[in-house]
């Protein structure tokens, strides 16, 4: 069996959307809710790639944004307002909540949480199952509930290290 992915309407880039993908819908957002005002459609880039189950809210105060080379996993969910930058990589069942900003080449692990308004970060790892509940700087390594910066890895093999 094989699996179908349809590109973005008026896009021909390497980038696809699975049919089941949810692009576009109502914020989840009590106050835009009442306002009765309109949501701003996501804008995707043409080479992101969008998996299955997953949903991107439309945008409130503004698009909600996919960047560049973008790969979203299963079951993620993006919320209304959030920005993802380029070249990232979003794991199976993360969240990132609304207003969220996942810089440049963030990498963020399945089941991960990204609160509303918090930053991640070019180049920063956030593990399988972290709850982000503060910005997380460029480059760092984060995990845990709620997520703490991790130390950076030992280069010296674990063979090669001295007896304590």
Same mark, same amino acid.
């Given at each position: 069996?094989?699996?179908?992915? =349809? ?5 021909? &880039? ?6 089941? %993908? ?8 009590? =106050? ?8 701003? #459609?996501?804008? *995707? =880039? ?11 809210? /439309?945008?409130?105060?503004? #698009? ?9 996993? /299963?079951? %993620? ?8 930058? +380029? ?8 969240? *990132?909540? &609304? ?9 963020? &692990? ?29 480059? =760092? ?12 890895? +030992? ?6 290290? /001295? /007896?304590?």
């Amino acid at each position: 069996m094989t699996t179908t992915f =349809e590109r973005p309407q008026g896009h021909d &880039g390497q980038g696809r959307i699975h049919p089941s %993908a949810r692009v576009g819908g109502p914020p989840e957002d009590r =106050e835009w809710l009442d306002s009765g005002q309109p949501c701003r #459609p996501p804008l *995707i =880039e043409h080479d992101a790639i969008i998996s299955a189950y997953v949903t991107i809210d /439309a945008g409130t105060t503004r #698009p909600t944004r996919v960047g560049h080379g973008t790969l979203i996993m /299963a079951h %993620a969910h993006i919320g209304h307002d959030a920005h993802i930058g +380029n070249h990232t990589d979003i794991g199976t069942g993360a969240i *990132i909540g &609304g207003h969220a900003e996942i810089e440049t080449a963030a990498k963020i &692990g399945l089941g991960a949480i990204v609160l509303p308004y918090r930053r991640v970060g070019a180049n920063a790892v956030i593990g399988a199952g972290a709850v982000i509940t503060k910005d997380v700087p460029p480059g =760092e390594v984060w995990a845990g509930n709620p997520a703490r910066k991790l130390p950076p890895k +030992n280069p010296v093999p674990y063979s090669q290290r /001295a /007896a304590a």
